[in-house]
């Protein structure tokens, strides 16, 4: 199977460079070069993965991503840039996308995390309705059909579970549900990921005290077992 991938890339040089080195590993690409082809593009064919610059003419980045999840584009997004404080990171993660890497990087890491978004996206879209202990989830929809009964999900609540989903029976700690959840760096807001596990308990679990699904793993974090 060869993937669809979409660069998104004003500069010519890394542009040629990005191009070469994926199409030798078997990546069939595209290139837009300004945020407006990006949305025009990315909004109308099908890509597997969209690498997308931060500073581009006519439409920014964050723009172009923000907008391609409001359309409902399921691709996955990994954002280039120059800028490395946590602020501009966090700013992409909340904008929709998946990853963030800094320029300049080598093409083995940028290898890396492609394959590594790749699986992921693969998951979430095998996971996009999920069932579990007599339970269905739609993650498209966030919403939880239980005894007949919808129940609707938050936004991050649909965004936390699915993460579970995709990484069930493993133990995942607070500080990487902040990270791939939230888009933080840091963990300053354990409490965050607390809550929002207690919410999401209240939904699917019958008996609080004794959590059957989403278990605490004392001293390292949550295991999913749905």
């Not at 199977?1 to 040089?13: A, G, W």
């Not at 602020?87 to 990853?99: E, L, Q, T, Y």
């Not at 596990?197 to 949550?222: A, M, W």
Request: one cysteine or more; proline letters at 3%.
């Amino acid at each position: 199977m060869s993937y669809k991938l979409l660069v998104v890339e004003d500069d010519p040089q890394l542009v040629r460079a990005l191009t070469d080195t994926l199409a030798d590993r078997g990546y069939s690409i595209a290139v837009a070069t300004d945020g407006s082809q990006a949305l025009e593009t990315g909004a109308s064919h099908p890509y597997d993965l969209i690498i997308l610059d931060v500073v581009l003419p006519k439409v920014g980045g964050l723009d172009v991503c923000a907008e391609l999840r409001r359309r409902n584009v399921r691709s996955a997004i990994l954002m280039l840039t120059g800028r490395a404080r946590t602020s501009d990171k966090v700013a992409g993660f909340k904008a929709g996308a998946d990853d963030y890497l800094t320029k300049p990087f080598e093409m083995d890491e940028l290898q890396v995390r492609i394959e590594a978004l790749l699986r992921r996206s693969a998951l979430r879209q095998s996971a996009a309705i999920y069932e579990f202990g007599g339970m269905t989830v739609n993650f498209d929809r966030s919403e939880l059909v239980r005894s007949d009964r919808t129940v609707a999900l938050s936004e991050r609540e649909s965004r936390l579970l699915q993460y579970f989903v995709e990484h069930r029976l493993e133990v995942v700690s607070r500080d990487r549900l902040l990270e791939k959840v939230w888009g933080y760096d840091n963990a300053p807001f354990t409490r965050t990921v607390d809550v929002h596990i207690l919410r999401l308990r209240q939904k699917i679990e019958d008996n609080l005290k004794s959590p059957q699904f989403i278990v605490t793993v004392h001293g390292l974090g949550y295991r999913f077992n749905g």
